[in-house]
């Protein structure tokens, strides 16, 4: 208690309400609640409170929970939190996961862990060196599993479970539920307690969602103009892919702004420099792909960026679950290209909320200001009128929205905006 009163924890949320008397009492769970609603502490809290109530004096430390992750971030995030609240009770936590040093891994676990965090491919290559043991295990924990199962790591887990005692608690928590989730909740679980604390594949009221109508040759344009008018801090950028990330995070950082890239080939150790950067405030934006929808925890993070849409309507969930986190409200914005159109109504069904594309905001009075959803073809005519205006801005004349304040300047040597 004294750990939760110190990371300023005061009234529970829903999901931990609900979670945390199951738990103590030994039961299996399978929880479905939004991104950002507490599920680590739903977990994480009743957890130590069980370890806690048995004192290990050997040096070596049994693994006897585990918590199983699909992304080297959300590993990192997780077991600084966890470790965060067993600081006063002696817990030690430890998180391992592909993408450093094996070596490196293998001497951090030379004592054990009561808590282990891991990613499924780095702990089995462990396991089948004979490096650990789940043979003490007690408490296995699935956090995301859906996202597990996205990226194909069912196989790594079905091998995990044979190496596990068959008499455990099991876990399993996520932000959506699928049908694959639940086959495998029904093989892993003993007749779970459920909970759902909001609608299946909802997303956060919190959350203010926007859809601009763009060309995919406009995207980067837009996404500076976003930025600069609207004077743009800590931007969750997502791209489809890595060169994606790569490109646009290069010419933002053309345009003065001061944006990294993220991905899975980027190197561990820089990928950990780049989250701590946009944490600290000494970047402003983070362009990632998927690998940030998970596992990236920024309080108060303002906005989310699509600049491309996800082609899995689920992974739009937890792009956006990045904002509006405890509480907080956030902006949700997807640049929607012609071709994208069909992902925004997959997206539209999946959280049962109409999302229609509008044109891009004009700037008023020092803010961005929306026209409101309007039909394709009004929101082609508006972007034909900016480029129009873009053009006259080539030509040595002011370029007015239709609120007549200009829009931001570009830098000599890139093209201008809309075109």
């Not at 509006?324 to 997959?346: C, D, I, N, T």
């Amino acid at each position: 208690m004294a750990a939760v009163e110190q990371l300023g924890y005061q009234t529970p949320t829903p999901i931990q309400l609900r979670a945390i008397p199951a738990i103590l009492e030994g039961q299996d769970l399978i929880a479905e609640a939004q991104t950002g609603t507490g599920k680590t502490a739903a977990f994480g809290l009743p957890i130590i409170e069980r370890l806690s109530q048995v004192s290990v004096t050997e040096p070596y430390h049994d693994i006897r929970a585990l918590v199983l992750v699909p992304t080297r971030e959300l590993a990192v995030q997780v077991g600084e939190t966890l470790l965060a609240y067993g600081q006063y009770v002696g817990m030690r936590v430890i998180s391992i996961f592909g993408g450093v040093r094996f070596d490196n891994q293998i001497r951090k676990m030379k004592r054990g862990a009561d808590v282990l965090v891991a990613t499924p491919g780095r702990l089995l290559d462990m396991l089948k060196q004979k490096k650990l043991s789940l043979d003490q295990l007690e408490v296995l924990v699935l956090d995301e599993a859906d996202r597990m199962l996205d990226m194909g790591f069912i196989q790594d887990i079905r091998q995990l479970i044979e190496l596990m005692p068959a008499e455990r608690q099991t876990l399993l928590f996520s932000a959506t539920l699928s049908d694959p989730i639940q086959a495998l909740a029904d093989r892993l679980l003993k007749s779970p307690a459920r909970i759902q604390v909001a609608r299946r594949n909802s997303t956060n009221r919190q959350i203010r969602q926007s859809a601009y109508a763009v060309t995919n040759a406009d995207k980067t344009d837009v996404l500076l103009y976003l930025i600069q008018a609207g004077r743009w801090r800590q931007t969750l950028v997502f791209t489809r892919t890595k060169r994606r990330a790569d490109q646009v995070a290069s010419e933002l950082q053309q345009e003065g702004v001061r944006a990294l890239p993220l991905h899975g080939d980027v190197h561990q150790r820089e990928r950990l420099r780049a989250l701590e950067a946009f944490r600290s405030g000494e970047a402003d934006v983070l362009v990632a792909t998927d690998v940030a929808a998970r596992g990236l925890d920024i309080e108060a993070l303002p906005q989310v960026v699509n600049y491309d849409l996800p082609n899995q309507p689920e992974a739009y969930v937890h792009r956006i679950g990045r904002t509006g986190r405890a509480g907080q409200a956030g902006w949700a914005v997807s640049l929607v290209a012609p071709e994208e159109r069909r992902f925004l109504k997959a997206i539209s069904a999946l959280i049962d909320k109409p999302l229609q594309v509008q044109p891009v905001p004009t700037l008023e009075n020092g803010k961005l200001v929306e026209a409101g959803a309007q039909s394709t073809e009004k929101a082609a005519r508006r972007q034909g009128k900016a480029k129009h205006d873009s053009a006259a801005a080539r030509k040595g004349k002011p370029a007015k929205t239709d609120t007549g304040v200009k829009r931001p300047a570009r830098s000599a040597g890139r093209k201008s905006l809309f075109t």
